[in-house]
């Protein structure tokens, strides 16, 4: 299978399956003399791990990161990073009565038609196992972030889930780690749960949104056409499974705007341009202002669920199926820290095609 590359100068490669010995990423392209750890990339990793919560899969996985290469002495060496991370908790007999059957709503029946071979054992590649290694690599681009871009913040937050909506005027940044659902309103965390135990009861799921917001991005980052930062950042979430759609800044909101409400006005401040508003998201014309970049994804409904569904098996038999397993019931919950894993490997990667290209150089406005 190919394609399991992401990136251009800030690349990684991810390798493995859901329920294989292990799984990891290749990282290259990263600066040398940067300080690593792998206690650093953890903390990331045990923020999208499973079974945190009662409100997630209940596979138990340490995700304990090891670097296996590119790093000497706690600094990076300029050359290719390998990232492992062992599988220990894989059941792969609750897969067994699906090894001839389509899952609907999953990669199954289109995997199979592709290559006509499939790891049916959690979906292979097409699991959401995968994104460990995503945000392993993540933490990578977060530690060289940290050094190249100190004042860069990478959020990622849940506004949506079901029916429920995040109430924006109680908006706190600081609750976002406190609860299970990286939910930015302590106020509304019982009636998520709640509602997300109901859900699970009836042997449902239910999908969700996320936003991530990016502050301190500096101006200048990405290119007009076949390099637009919206594009690569699009491209990023949608890659995140389950993913089925993308916004950036007003998004699809943009359509009921006229043109005086969506342009974001602007004048002169002290210390240069400043914007009225931020419809755009902070990037125009593919190329970031220095405004927060908002980036918005909307995640579908767990499609492994314990309500029988028709579907058909490879004999082309329609049959009832039921999903066994253990399965999350909101799938949006834990793309927050997969989110901002991709945001920080794409604004990296714009960070160093952007130095490659201009040195850094930037036009002036102003006496």
């Not at 977060?142 to 990478?154: E, H, N, S, W």
């Not at 699009?234 to 993913?243: D, E, K």
């Not at 019931?329 to 794409?346: D, F, K, L, Q, S």
Request: overall charge negative.
């Amino acid at each position: 299978m190919s394609f399991n590359t992401f990136g251009h100068l800030f690349r990684f490669t991810t390798w493995g399956e859901s329920h294989g010995p292990a799984l990891g990423a290749t990282v290259d392209g990263c600066p040398p003399g940067i300080a690593l750890d792998e206690a650093f990339i953890q903390q990331f990793l045990d923020r999208r791990k499973p079974g945190t919560s009662k409100h997630t899969t209940q596979r138990k996985e340490a995700d304990e990161v090891r670097i296996l290469s590119g790093v000497f002495e706690g600094k990076t060496t300029g050359t290719p990073i390998q990232l492992m991370i062992e599988n220990t908790d894989q059941r792969s007999k609750d897969y067994g009565e699906i090894a001839q059957a389509f899952r609907p709503g999953h990669a199954d029946i289109a995997y199979h038609l592709k290559y006509g071979i499939r790891d049916y054992r959690g979906g292979g590649r097409s699991s959401a196992r995968e994104t460990a290694a995503r945000v392993a690599a993540g933490g990578v681009a977060q530690a060289v972030l940290r050094d190249l871009v100190p004042g860069l913040r990478i959020t990622g937050y849940m506004t949506q889930m079901g029916a429920l909506h995040l109430d924006r005027d109680k908006f706190d940044a600081s609750e976002i780690l406190n609860n299970p659902f990286f939910l930015p309103d302590a106020s509304a965390v019982p009636a998520w749960e709640d509602y997300l135990t109901g859900i699970r009861k009836a042997q449902d799921s239910v999908g969700a949104a996320i936003e991530v917001l990016i502050e301190g991005c500096p101006a200048g980052l990405g290119a007009p056409i076949y390099a637009k930062l919206d594009t690569a950042l699009a491209a990023a979430m949608m890659s995140i499974n389950a993913v089925k759609g993308v916004e950036i800044g007003e998004g699809m909101g943009a359509a009921a705007l006229t043109g005086t409400e969506n342009a974001d006005e602007i004048i002169m401040g002290n210390d240069g341009p400043v914007f009225l508003s931020n419809h755009a998201g902070g990037i125009l014309g593919g190329i970031s202002t220095g405004q927060d970049i908002v980036v918005r994804f909307s995640v579908k409904p767990t499609s492994s669920i314990l309500t029988p569904r028709r579907t058909i098996n490879q004999k082309g038999e329609e049959i009832e199926l039921i999903t066994k397993g253990r399965h999350d019931p909101c799938v949006g919950i834990r793309a927050v820290p997969i989110a901002e894993a991709m945001a920080a490997c794409v604004i990296l990667d714009h960070l160093l095609l952007d130095r490659a290209q201009t040195g850094g150089q930037r036009g002036h406005i102003g006496g």
